[in-house]
């Protein structure tokens, strides 16, 4: 059932061999990174398959777009449970096979194993870059500005939506939120925009201010962001209005997968261009300083108290 | 705990950015294999840790062997049960480190998370070969020989000692055919030896007549093997002449990860230099026919019926 995903790739020599092979142009280094999600840990048991699919290989691709690399192939290892049915498969496999078209991606190999319990799945994926153009965390340095791609605190929303934990709110009512959570977007054209623009970068998986702490630990400096300048939706800032959200599930809610990074002053316009030509709305909401940790401001320039910095799964 | 496997790997960025950078030598392609292992079906839960993380990464290196590749780095998804404490991630720690220094390969990154159910691990290896000399399973030719590395059964036997299950025999009588089930030697410099000279080659996990029948079906040929000529060991030998172990076991028993492969029979001077080089037994087994499928025939060359073809776990 997987193999029809594998077309098109020669280099999984079908899934039929014992290991694939992977040609990176010349000139360019492979990027690759591991991601595994646990079924009622990472995603909920009746969560739709090609949802979990989609999700599982979009926050692997997320990753590829954070180093500023193209996505080109990811192979997949899944443990079922009895429960798991050809149908479930189906939806599984169809979900993935419409990711592979948005995203220009093919499957190139696996494992498929059974276990007693949860459904466990785990993927590699593979790009590729211009050596020595990519995006790591550790290139941000004082006096430069702190951007953003996107908006904030949506995913962290629509899944308190799908667990009732919003007081007179229901997921039907904020579909948009709850899309940000199930089919999060990687940023691949970004990301390879900012190659030679971005001194510093990470895709925001825990929370805004857990990441880009990430970048001040890696790159040893600190940042100061303003919150009032972090982007958020119509739709969360409804719920902010409405006492429903506070501003720190926008701050540090995780799942957002969009973008956060560095760049210096002079490569504004840059930045305005490309976030033009991409259609992808870019925030500038603060600014590297020497020292370490992530400040936040509030719109009175006040100091804010984040109970917590980063997001835990339920 | 994992940080100090990434040293000596700048490529792994200290494990603590989004990606992992790989690169291959000029004119080299890479290699990449998966495989998961999962608590209570691919090992045991009292297995010692060291020796479960090393066959996980021995078990993605014999694929890498299988293809000719030499062996570069790995990913591990890691998803822990509650169960699980300290002193047993150190013990796993250091099995990977042992196994890293042997084989050359570190750790390039991964992903860390929990799990309500057993215990599940998977691995992702990367390795390079010079583009267009990687061993596959589809080169086999009627009228080329079968030959495999080393000798069969011993794990298929370790493991039914482990499990009490041949009658009057215990574990710690035979520790060679025991240590055969938990530590499989991958065959890296006879796969890389091999570029060149097997038409096809598998490394064997399912069991022999299983693997070769992959290659068959690959190639389009069928396979002729003579079962008195597969190697055993002395210790399967005692059991085999004890009644405690039958030729199927030998022929059919899994986790071997020893190498098949065909040759032309001109090439059976270089493979005796191989073996001798390499200090690595060769033995020709067989030979490839037009047809599909495995025929295995007993020394009276009467053939042979097996009850299955292919290894279960447990």
Known sequence: MFAPLAEGNPGALGLRDDAALIDCAPGNIAVVTVDALVGGVHFMPGDPADLVARKLLRVNLSDLAAMGAEARVYFMAISLTAEIDTEWIEAFVAGLAADQDEFGVHLAGGDLTTTPGPLTLSVT??????????????????????????????????????????????????????????????????????RGIATAAADVSDGLVADLGHICEASAVGAEIDAHRVPVSQAAREMLAAGAATLETVLCGGDDYELVFTAAPASAADLARIASELEIPLCRIGRCVAGSGVAVADAAGTPMTLRRSGWRHF
């Open 125 to 194: 994926a593979m790009g590729e870059v211009p050596k020595g153009r990519e995006l790591r965390r550790s290139g941000a340095a004082p006096g430069e500005d702190i951007y953003v791609s996107g908006t904030f605190g949506d995913a962290a929303l629509g899944l308190a939506l799908l667990q009732g934990a919003l007081a007179g709110k229901t997921a039907a009512e904020y579909p948009a939120l709850v899309g940000r959570y199930h089919l999060p977007l990687p940023r691949l054209a970004l990301g390879a925009a900012l």
